[in-house]
Nanobody, 126 residues
Framework: QLQLVESGGGLVQPGGSLRLSCAAS????????IGWFRQAPGKEREGISC????????NYADSVKGRFTISRDNAKNTVHLQMNSLKPEDTAVYYC???????????????????WGQGTQVTVSS
């Protein structure tokens, strides 16, 4: 059973940066696409960045394109989300999720992901 644990959240000022990590235990992460999703208070959970199992393909929501970068290290069973130029509207609980799939899948559709972490809070405020 794959288990995911997010870390790296916190309080940051607008314009600042954070690096989120998603650590996996259990099966090797190299056969799972990984997605980062977030849920702000009163809003639905949304996909913001996803990466294929090999790391060769990535996908970003328009709201984070150019500011966030997803990467993965399958040897270390970890996926990272580097978040730069953070805005107050980025405030949310951030979740990583995994989908067992082939090497090309990189969609950020919430319902397609099977395993979820518990989330980490990101607050962007002055």
């Amino acid at each position: 059973q794959l288990q995911l644990v997010e870390s790296g959240g916190g309080l940051v000022q607008p314009g600042g940066s954070l690096r989120l990590s998603c650590a996996a235990s259990g099966p090797t992460l190299g056969v799972y696409a990984i997605g980062w999703f977030r849920q702000a208070p009163g809003k639905e959970r949304e996909g913001i960045s996803c990466i294929s199992s090999t790391g060769g393909s990535t996908n970003y929501a328009d709201s984070v394109k150019g500011r966030f970068t997803i990467s993965r290290d399958n040897a270390k069973n970890t996926v990272h989300l580097q978040m730069n130029s953070l805005k107050p509207e980025d405030t949310a609980v951030y979740y990583c999720a995994a989908k067992f799939t082939g090497p090309l899948f990189r969609r950020c559709v919430l319902s397609e992901y099977d395993y979820w972490g518990q989330g980490t809070q990101v607050t962007v405020s002055s």
